[in-house]
């Protein structure tokens, strides 16, 4: 994919997007700030039937979506169904049926010293939100985000990748049947428009995308105070006990890492197995994906493209230092550039390299041995903490050390990915790998301010004892409360 105008981009599959500018982008921001209150004051089956209404409407338009993704990322139609749309049904259901107990207020307990009182928790809309979604999923994570922020009785601005306009085009065409743009806009702009959009006065910013970029939205969020939730990402590690069978994890990891063809964030990003293991792993996970991807892989119709040159480019170079710097390709290292297209490698780690050091965000899988778990721990507490970490193992104990031990985002065990998809969980990860938490009740929780509410039933107020004048028995009560409260 290349630049063929300042002001537009070429798609994978040759046609040219105009990009919006950011003047258009400030007048669709001040329409939204203007019509926020309405929203706002929304009731909950308001909510529920414009977010029943979207379910209905990623129906009818399934085969647009499939076709989309195909042209943008060469997906196949089954992958397409059960990364993006099935999920995105899934959480939208979910938030669907529960928005109303959502909406309510919250008691909360009060002690002695509250009596004659109530308090409650009110969750209360952000007001005005920035959702910016990237190019891996970009059904997927634009319309659960949205869903979250829509529930949560916010107006929002969604900010889709620039590489996949063909999914933006359809994600436009839906939402634009359902809403105006004065509640929801979808807009497609380049990197330098981007910019300019988060340094505007948002109530909050959701990002999706990697630690880097989140950062300078971090940045230029906190010019404005402006809140954020960011999903990040990071070297997510897969650890195999010794006495786990290797028979039984090949198809999890091989399934997990090379969905997407390696470009997700939570994708195993390097295995961690027990030396006595290794050549048992190499040799079982190599057939499984033989058998999968067939002898030229780069030509298999289940093999996702790479989004584009650039990232092509990134992905080999990897390799490369990585092969120069001692270490081997144990399977694979098909690439075709023609295609975009690179097959599922892996690769035995002798010494270091910048594979080691970055997400790899594509389907190369390093090898590390270990001689125990103390080792392994070690070695993953020295990186960023992840936003998964994938273990494989039946022993409680030897679960339980490797938890107590480590900080991850999220953690699968004996499985990968399912984690990301488990609607009544929270997706999110620590430092590094994000801030905030998405799915589900924490994504509706994540778009709302919780306004804390209390309500005196005494006249005079609950304060009276702190009131002026100030007596002695108020000296007592004071001392009373300090004493035993």
């Not at 004659?116 to 319309?143: A, D, H, Q, R, V």
């Not at 994708?267 to 006595?276: C, F, T």
């Not at 023609?338 to 780690?349: E, H, K, N, V, W």
């Not at 031990?405 to 609607?423: A, E, H, L, P």
Request: proline share 4%.
């Amino acid at each position: 994919m290349s630049e063929v105008l300042q002001n537009s981009i070429s798609s994978r599959d040759g046609q040219t997007f105009v990009f919006d500018t950011i003047d258009k982008v400030k007048i669709t921001f001040e329409s939204q700030i203007a019509n926020r209150q309405n929203v706002k004051n929304r009731s909950a089956d308001e909510r529920k039937d414009l977010l029943n209404s979207l379910i209905h409407d990623i129906k009818k338009y399934r085969a647009k979506i499939e076709d989309a993704l195909f042209k943008d990322l060469k997906k196949h139609s089954i992958e397409a169904g059960y990364s993006e749309i099935f999920p995105t049904l899934s959480e939208l259901r979910n938030i669907s049926r529960n928005i109303r107990k959502w909406m309510k207020s919250k008691p909360v307990d009060n002690s002695l010293i509250f009596l004659g009182s109530k308090s409650k928790i009110l969750l209360e809309p952000m007001g005005n939100c920035l959702i910016i979604t990237p190019w891996n999923y970009p059904f997927y994570l634009s319309i659960t985000h949205l869903a979250a922020c829509l529930a949560s009785g916010n107006v929002a601005i969604l900010k889709t990748s620039e590489h996949t306009p063909n999914v933006t085009k359809v994600i436009k065409e839906i939402l634009s049947g359902i809403f105006k743009e004065n509640e929801v806009a979808v807009i497609f702009t380049d990197a330098q428009v981007s910019t300019e959009i988060t340094k505007l006065p948002f109530d909050h910013i959701h990002f999706t995308g990697s630690s880097y970029v989140g950062k300078q939205i971090m940045k230029s969020a906190s010019n404005n105070l402006t809140s954020v939730t960011l999903e990040l990402g990071g070297k997510s590690p897969v650890i195999i006990d010794e006495n786990y069978p290797i028979k039984d994890c090949v198809k999890q990891i091989g399934w997990g890492k090379f969905l997407n063809a390696g470009q997700t964030c939570i994708a195993p990003d390097y295995i961690l197995v027990q030396k006595s293991k290794k050549d048992e792993l190499i040799e079982k996970l190599s057939k499984y994906l033989k058998d999968s991807f067939g002898d030229n892989p780069t030509e298999s119709e289940f093999l996702t493209g790479i989004v584009n040159k650039s990232h092509f480019k990134r992905i080999e170079n990897l390799l490369q230092e990585a092969i120069s710097n001692g270490n081997q390709v144990v399977f694979g290292g098909d690439m075709d550039e023609s295609r975009l297209s690179i097959g599922p490698t892996l690769i035995m780690m002798n010494s270091s390299a910048t594979i080691m050091e970055e997400e790899i965000f594509g389907p190369l899988l390093p090898i590390i041995v270990y001689d125990h778990i103390e080792d392994a721990i070690k070695f993953i507490n020295k990186k960023p903490k992840p936003l998964a970490m994938y273990l494989f193992c039946n022993d409680k104990k030897w679960i339980n050390k490797v938890l107590l031990n480590t900080s991850s985002g999220g953690v699968c065990i004996n499985d990968t990915m399912v984690q990301f998809v488990q609607t009544y969980l929270p997706m999110g990860g620590v430092n590094n790998s994000g801030i905030g938490k998405s799915h589900g009740y924490f994504g509706f929780k994540e778009f709302s301010n919780e306004r804390a509410v209390v309500k005196s039933y005494i006249r005079g107020g609950i304060t009276w004892p702190f009131q002026f004048p100030y007596t002695s028995l108020k000296k007592n009560i004071l001392e009373i409360l300090i004493k035993y409260f």
